[in-house]
């Protein structure tokens, strides 16, 4: 019994010293209670990149284009890049690869000045197009940006079949990955629908090709806002190429 009672103490008193061990660790790590750079991060001034995102959606369709705005950071600190979605419920990327927490909502986002609606593969795309809460959410809330001219709205891959069921491309050339031109041309017969490009601006709408081509979209609107030489020290920052000739459509 003596015995018994001697090791529940030390198991008692290493217990206690482990838990003031761990306090004391706690009190001493520089980073407990820190706050991160996006408590503090305010777009007031900046040009407002709003990337949309959902479940499915193609990584690079969606990083690429916020890698572009990020990098013009480096040359002109003058942008602020944010995700939205229809509330801050987790999103999973293709394949379930990545997990996102949206920065923003629909209902609470700031006002942008680039809207990017990336794309992801046509099953996704399909679904979508018939899921009446993404119309109702995200491509209301697409249509209505669209209402102010200033407002540069761009679709990367397939995010332009997504923009045609806004019929914000009606009357307009526009363009998606080259394996999903015929599917958008029969779907949306008052768009003229080509390929062979990497991106097609119409008016405040630019259109790409796919997946990677949304690095030009973006290296384009950068160009539109703060001039060639810029867009290309962002270019050669990002080590990209975009004279990379582009395969034949079929």
């Known amino acids: 019994m003596k015995n018994t009672l ?34 503090t991060a305010s777009y007031e001034g900046k040009k407002r990149v709003a990337i949309i995102i959902y479940d499915g959606v193609e990584v690079v369709d969606m990083n690429g284009p916020i890698d572009v705005f990020l990098k013009t950071n480096y040359v002109v600190d003058k942008y602020y890049v944010y995700t939205v979605a229809a509330d801050r419920s987790t999103v999973y990327t293709e394949d379930c690869v990545t997990a996102i927490q949206p920065r923003f909502t629909f209902d609470d986002c700031p006002k942008p000045d680039v809207v990017v609606l990336p794309g992801a593969p046509m099953n996704t795309i399909e679904g979508l197009l018939k899921d009446s809460t993404f119309s109702r959410t995200a491509l209301n809330w697409v249509k209505k940006q669209a209402t102010d001219s200033s407002v540069k709205i761009m679709s990367v891959c397939t995010g332009g079949i997504l923009l045609g069921k806004t019929g914000l491309l009606n009357g307009k050339t526009a363009t998606t990955h080259y394996l999903a031109l015929s599917d958008m041309q029969q779907m949306y017969p008052q768009v ?59």
């Open 192 to 250: 003229n629908v080509v390929g062979g490009v990497r991106y097609v601006p119409a008016g405040n709408i630019v259109t790409t090709a796919g997946i990677t081509s949304g690095i030009d979209g973006a290296l384009y609107l950068v160009t539109q806002f703060e001039g060639q030489t810029v867009a290309d020290s962002v270019a050669h920052i990002m080590v990209y190429n975009p004279t990379c000739p582009m395969r034949a459509p079929n």
């Open 6 to 39: 001697s090791v529940l103490l030390l198991c008692a008193m290493a217990l206690m010293a482990c838990n003031g061990n761990s306090d004391q660790a706690n009190a001493k790590d520089p980073s407990a209670g820190k706050r991160t750079p996006c408590d």
